[in-house]
């Protein structure tokens, strides 16, 4: 059982930038690919980016070149720096992790085991 807590959310001014952490328990990490998702109101879920086990990372196109994701293997955690902040990337961003072997693609929500709480991310213009 792997558990995910999100922080790091808050409100923010269009062109501005936050950094998103999700620490997961466990001794597994490293073998878990870690996704964010973002959900706006009255809205799906929607894939943002992630990061496998290697390293290898994938991003929606409409954070790509503003946001980075990485992770942290000895802390247990992956982050999200988004800059360049926009008025619509205003919603609740939720860290996921696969299992330990997952299959499918990492854009899809299907392929994550777990999830955390979500964090809030408003940006106003």
């Known amino acids: 059982q792997v558990q995910l807590v999100e922080s790091g959310g808050g409100l923010v001014q269009a062109g501005g930038s936050l950094r998103l952490s999700c620490a997961a328990s466990g001794r597994t990490f490293s073998s878990h690919a870690m996704g964010w998702f973002r959900q706006a109101p009255g809205k799906e879920r929607e894939f943002v980016s992630a990061i496998n086990t290697i390293g290898n990372t994938v991003y929606a196109d409409s954070v790509k070149g503003r946001f980075t994701i990485s992770r942290d293997n000895a802390k247990n955690t992956v982050y999200l720096q988004m800059n360049s902040l926009k008025p619509e990337d205003t919603a609740i961003y939720y860290c996921?992790?696969?299992?330990?072997?997952?299959?499918?693609?990492?854009?899809?929500?299907?392929?994550?085991?777990?999830w955390g709480q979500g964090t809030q991310v408003t940006v106003s213009s």
């Open positions: 996921a992790a696969s299992g330990s072997t997952y299959y499918g693609p990492l854009t899809y929500k299907a392929t994550y085991n777990y």
